[in-house]
T-cell receptor, first 117, second 110 residues
Framework: GAVVSQHPSRVICKSGTSVKIECRSL??????MFWYRQFPKKSLMLMAT?????????EQGVEKDKFLINHASLTLSTLTVTSAHPEDSSFYIC?????????????FGPGTRLTVL | GENVEQHPSTLSVQEGDSAVIKCTYS??????FPWYKQELGKGPQLIID?????GEKKDQRIAVTLNKTAKHFSLHITETQPEDSAVYFC?????????FGAGTRLTVKP
């Protein structure tokens, strides 16, 4: 149980374009989903927390107009990187909270490798 | 906010030996401490977790201990195998706000 999927696993785009990443909880309903960014050989950096049906809460320094988050259902959250630039290239990982696991247990997706040319 | 420190950053052990990774946290209100294993190019996988009302938890070759007074917790892996090689992250959480340590790269030599 507690499986989280992400799509796509890898994406290459041109500078200036937008990219959408999907995060799905496959076997549980996730009231809260999280988006992280990870640089090579570094730890996970929380970008934003999203609750189903409400606006996402962004961490300090994360541009909400650049990283659009939508959590329209209990099993799907999307992250859209708008007007992507090479410095946005990174490994993006989502996680979802399973309420049955105490509410604070986070299960991670497999990640999306974004490369902006 | 919460600050989590993790040591060592790299750890190399011989197959069959034990491995210990230690973390400290700053906020005494933290009440949930998971450990994740991340293999190259993949997302972190939850391997064990402990809550603040418990001092120790074990799952086969993996155990976690928590010292709330000292605000530190540790991961213990016994009888290590080459497939245990990965990056391990500790985390401390308050009300779903989770902060991660910097990670430990564990290498198990056959």
């Amino acid at each position: 149980g507690a499986v989280v999927s992400q799509h796509p696993s890898r994406v290459i785009c041109k500078s200036g374009t937008s990219v959408k990443i999907e995060c799905r909880s496959l076997d549980f309903q996730a009231t809260t989903m999280f988006w992280y960014r990870q640089f090579p050989k570094k730890s996970l950096m929380l970008m934003a927390t999203s609750n189903e049906g409400s606006k996402a809460t962004y961490e300090q320094g994360v541009e909400k107009d650049k990283f659009l988050i939508n959590h329209a259902s209990l099993t799907l959250s999307t992250l859209t990187v708008t007007s992507a630039h090479p410095e946005d290239s990174s490994f993006y990982i989502c996680s979802a909270s399973d309420p049955s696991g105490g509410g604070d247990t986070q299960y991670f997706g497999p990640g999306t490798r974004l490369t902006v040319l | 906010g919460e600050n989590v420190e993790q040591h060592p950053s790299t750890l190399s052990v011989q197959e069959g030996d034990s491995a210990v990774i230690k973390c400290t946290y700053s906020d005494s209100a933290s009440n949930y401490f998971p450990w994740y294993k991340q293999e190259l190019g993949k997302g972190p996988q939850l391997i064990i977790d402990i809550r603040s009302n418990v001092g120790e938890k074990k799952d086969q070759r993996i155990a976690v201990t928590l010292n709330k007074t000292a605000k530190h917790f540790s991961l213990h892996i016994t009888e290590t195998q080459p497939e245990d090689s990965a990056v391990y992250f500790c985390a401390a959480s308050i009300n779903n706000d989770m902060r991660f340590g910097a990670g430990t790269r564990l290498t198990v030599k056959p």
